[in-house]
């Protein structure tokens, strides 16, 4: 990943978030750099409403197969034994 100043501000679409949900064992390494820059505070993100659904619709569906703990996206949101 090319290195980011600590005022740079991206903006990350929706497949970003699907490639990570989904496991994409190809992105994990620049995933993973992304997020822990964003965890540290290194780099801001920024996103739009439409994705922040299109990846609750999507993780609605990978809890529906099985693939995601349903607790992350059903009332009460979270799971007592996760946290």
């Known amino acids: 990943m090319a290195h980011l100043g600590l005022s740079s501000l991206v903006?990350?679409?929706?497949?970003?978030?699907?490639?990570?949900?989904?496991?994409?064992?190809?992105?994990?390494?620049?995933?993973?750099?992304?997020?822990?820059?964003?965890d540290k505070n290194t780099l801001t993100a920024v996103t739009t409403m439409l994705t922040l659904a299109e990846v609750l619709a999507c993780m609605q569906f990978l809890a529906n197969d099985g693939r995601i703990l349903p607790c992350l996206v059903s009332p009460p949101y979270g799971c007592p034994n996760c946290n």
Do not use: H, K, M
């Open 11 to 38: 903006y990350l679409d929706t497949n970003i978030f699907i490639c990570a949900l989904e496991g994409y064992q190809v992105f994990r390494p620049v995933l993973t750099t992304l997020f822990d820059a964003l």
